[in-house]
């Protein structure tokens, strides 16, 4: 009788277990899939708002030494920094398992990239520009390998 109770009591805590490893898996997914809505949200803000609500660059001195050394404007320095998450978070966001969403994935800051300059070239108060869509392609690829850190984090576990 009493390795019958041991038993039962064994079982329900490798339930137990498999449960709370369960909801953490979940619960740390639904944290990247709101990070990366609120990136989303705030790189919209961001790409789409009249100059004179956006931060001035000319105050960032960082970003005035970065441009000036690279010999770029510096909102093209801020374009990249802007795209080097969106790989990452896309792919802690949606955890792909098929060879095509990696590659959608993969592509994805082109794509978003595009799709801005396009908003912008139609709104009164932007311009799409090909130099700006060369800087988020830029930056994208720069979050490569912090998508690799990630991969390897979290696959070796």
Same mark, same amino acid.
């Given at each position: 009788?009493?390795?019958?109770?041991?038993i039962k009591r064994k079982s329900k805590r490798k339930a137990t277990q498999s449960n709370?490893?369960?909801?953490?898996? @979940?619960?740390?997914? =639904?944290l990247f899939i709101t990070l990366f809505? #609120?990136?989303?949200?705030t790189s919209a803000y961001l790409l789409f708002?009249?100059?004179?609500?956006?931060?001035?660059?000319?105050?960032?001195?960082?970003?005035?030494q970065i441009a000036t050394y690279l010999k770029v404007l510096p909102d093209k320095v801020l374009h990249a920094a802007l795209f080097v998450?969106? @790989?990452?978070?896309? =792919?802690?966001a949606v955890k792909?398992?098929? #060879?095509?969403?990696?590659?959608?994935l993969l592509w994805s800051g082109l794509l978003f990239g595009a799709l801005t300059e396009i908003?912008?070239?139609?709104?009164?108060?932007r311009t799409g520009d090909i130099a700006d869509l060369a800087a988020d392609v830029v930056g994208s690829v720069l979050g490569i390998p912090f998508l690799l850190i990630f991969i390897f984090l979290t696959e070796n576990k």
């Open positions: 009788m009493a390795a019958k109770t041991t709370s490893k369960v909801r953490r898996r @979940i619960s740390r997914r =639904w809505a #609120a990136y989303l949200g708002a009249t100059g004179d609500s956006l931060p001035q660059y000319k105050n960032m001195g960082f970003v005035m998450p969106i @790989i990452p978070l896309a =792919w802690a792909p398992k098929y #060879a095509i969403t990696k590659i959608l908003v912008q070239h139609y709104l009164p108060y």
